[in-house]
């Protein structure tokens, strides 16, 4: 117990304890405007929206493909399934650079999706797969197939077993994948910064923000700290109602 | 059954009061002291070490991004002089700001050369610059350069000036103001243009609102981005240092330089810090850094020399331009101040506008 709380000490409450000291090291007044002015807001809202949309998109398609891997037999499944990892292991900012590559101005395959939210979105999508495959899948896995065969034999369409039998078992680990994804995108910067130049998304301002900072010292950052708060709180308010949606739903 | 779970209970609750607790006194004793832990190494950029052994002294250089291959050249030519002899270089070559800034933090350095005066501003209230850094012959100022526009081989779109920027049609590539310095310098460059072609502060402004949210259809990080975006295919212009487009030119890169009629001089500082331990090696370097055999170097390197003798025999490589300084629009901190500082700079509204991800407050 005392070796988990230093840990999550060390990683997580001291470094966050610092920037929320940051956030209000200037005073009351200048922690709200750093996250009240409109680009503020437009960059809350814009990345709100945009992080909601993929973790959807992103849970449904990680979900399908998670039920592929699992049920399916194909030629090549073992190395499709170690490259849904492959996410993890590539540095977000080569993501990046490829799908400028691959949708920018000179796509090879004649799509041009530059500057547009579509490319910023399916980077996260890319980035965040992992997440919605992988809390899915082990579930999946363990999931009783007696109580499917047992509705089929009864007459239940495959549609119907699949949304009253086997979705409300996934559902907690569905949820979960959802909220890790949503959290990644809130957060995610290496993948957009080559993407998101004309779109304005609140990790990118919060780079602004530092890179214009006048001055040294910690004061100087205050205005990307209290942004950066801002983000945090709305992510973190909004995970706690995804797990709580997802322990009221459940039984 | 509820006694036995009541002192493990106890001990959780206590142990994680203890941990916010000694959270937050760490916050409130570290948020409140600046920077004075030592960090070493360089903030992401490229770099490298010089000099063979046995030397007198090694000296610490951060600059900003660009002129990494020029120093490179200059610091073996100054082994080879009697002053230099048996000084090694460890180089650090990324953006100006975040090389600022790491340094105030407590990067080492003995020199460092920067973008924009600001930069080293930054370092004389960190006590250390001293603040009569710009204050010699040169005014500390190393090399100068300035803004040019860079379009495809040919000029399909047939820009000759700042007019034809804002034209219908017109893709424009620079880099976004809030965290490159190069942006900054294109944006004075054009706003200093249209005051000397007559316009009013009012209407120059206007200028750059059509620019900026009009025309230009990508604002990347840095310079280096902004000229990697535009060599990839985008945009029909691009505005970027003169250093950097005969650096790209003579790269092979498969651009064409366009000069308009006035345009910025860029003035990049260089500085010694004061706290070096080969003080007076630095001091050494910098000054011979200014003198006609090191400024030749700059010239051939593609950075306009300071020094009017030596800028004459260059006269074939860096073509006449009604050149106007930052000084004459207010110099930097004014300039910041109006222009680049949130919320109301002038250029932050007009990318707000835009939908640039720019510095919000």
Known sequence: MGLSTLYLSVIVLIPVAALISVALGSGLHAFWTSFTSSLALKALWQTLALSAVVAVIGSVMGTIVAWVLVRDQFPGKRILNSIIDLPFALPTIVASLALLGLYG???PVGINLS?????????LLFVTLPFAVRSVQPVLLEVDKDVEEAAASLGASNATTFRRIVLPALRPAILSGTALSFARCMGEYGSIVLLATKIPIASLVIFADVESATGSGNSAYQPAAGLSVALLVIALVVLFGLRKWGADRGR | MNKRLDRPRLRAVTALGLAIVAALVVAACGGS?????????????????????????????????????????????????????????????????AQSRAVAAGQPADVVAFSTAPDITRLVQAGLVASNWADGPTKGIVNDSTVVMIVRPGNPKHITGWDDLIKPGVKVVTPNPATSGSARWNIMAAYGSELKEGKSPSQALAYLATLLEKNTVTQPDSGSDA???????????????????????????????????????????????????????????????????????????????????????????????????????????????????????????????????????
């Open chain 1, 115 to 123: 500057l547009t939210r579509t490319i910023v979105a399916i980077a």
């Open chain 2, 227 to 361: 000229l990697q975006a535009f060599v990839s295919g985008q945009g029909d212009v691009l505005l970027d240092y003169e250093s950097d487009a005969i650096a790209a030119k003579r790269a092979g890169d498969k651009i064409q330089i366009v000069y308009p009629k006035s345009s910025i001089l860029i003035q990049t500082p260089i500085a010694v810090i004061k706290k070096s331990s080969h003080l007076a090696q630095a001091q050494a370097y910098v000054k011979w850094l200014l003198t006609p055999a090191a400024q030749k170097l700059w010239g051939q390197q593609g950075y306009r020399p300071v020094l009017p003798s030596v800028a004459k025999q260059f006269s074939s490589t860096f073509p006449n331009l009604d050149l106007f300084t930052i000084d004459s629009l207010g110099g930097w901190t004014k300039v910041d101040t109006d222009f680049f500082t949130a919320p109301n700079g002038s250029v932050i509204k007009i990318e707000e506008k835009a939908g640039v991800p720019t510095a919000s407050s």
């Open chain 1, 105 to 107: 101005t000179s796509s």
């Open chain 2, 33 to 97: 002291s600046d920077a004075t832990t030592k960090t070493s190494g360089s903030s992401g950029g490229s770099g490298g070490t010089q000099g063979g052994s046995g030397s007198k002294a090694t000296l610490n250089l951060v600059g900003y991004s660009t002129p990494e291959k020029a120093y490179d050249v200059i610091n073996k030519a100054y082994a080879a002089t009697p002053g230099g002899k048996g000084i090694a270089f460890k180089t650090s070559f990324a953006a100006s700001g």
